[in-house]
């Protein structure tokens, strides 16, 4: 990978360049996120208000080191009981496909297993995005099982550590 990245919180600003990824069909291909109406910035300014001071959730901006970019999200949503749900997307399309994704999925589980104590982490990822479920793999998910179009992965504490 030539692009290294750094995660950081997610914070209010951040709406100023996320509420443009979540006007892109292109982004929410394989996900449950369906547009019911255009989303302005103050829109996800407030969404982004209600979010961030949540216990139970860890939201991260993915940025690249060298110019501090925002390129896009990733976090552990309803944690509970030693356990966590993984949500990453790249919202800059031209850093799709750089290894970005599994360099920040490795980040953040690592932040979620010595960090938060987690002992699993699960995600769901659709059966057709090939380049998710393949970045999921490498890292060390592992499939358990599939409803509908969307297979549910998970990963533990141990696994990742035989992995890096």
């Known amino acids: ?38 989303i302005t910035a103050e829109i996800e300014k407030q969404w982004l208000l209600n979010k961030l001071d949540l216990t139970n959730e860890k939201r991260f901006a993915i940025c690249v080191k060298n110019t501090n970019e925002y390129i896009g999200n990733i976090q552990l949503l309803d944690i509970a009981n030693e356990t966590a749900e993984f949500h990453l997307f790249i919202g800059e399309k031209k850093y799709w496909g750089k290894g970005i994704g599994y ?27 090939l380049a998710a479920y393949s970045i999921y793999k490498k890292v060390g998910f592992q499939p358990v099982s599939q409803q509908s179009d969307f297979i549910k992965m998970v990963i533990n504490a141990s696994v990742l550590a035989t992995i890096h």
């Open 1 to 38: 990978m030539t692009t290294e990245i750094y995660l950081r919180p997610l914070a209010l600003k951040d709406a100023e360049v996320s509420y443009r990824w979540r006007n892109d069909p292109e982004v929410w291909l394989y996900t449950k996120f369906m547009l019911k109406q255009p």
């Open 103 to 129: 360099h920040a999925s490795l980040m953040l589980l690592k932040y979620a297993f010595y960090n938060l104590n987690l002992k699993n982490v699960f995600l769901e990822v659709h059966a057709e995005n």
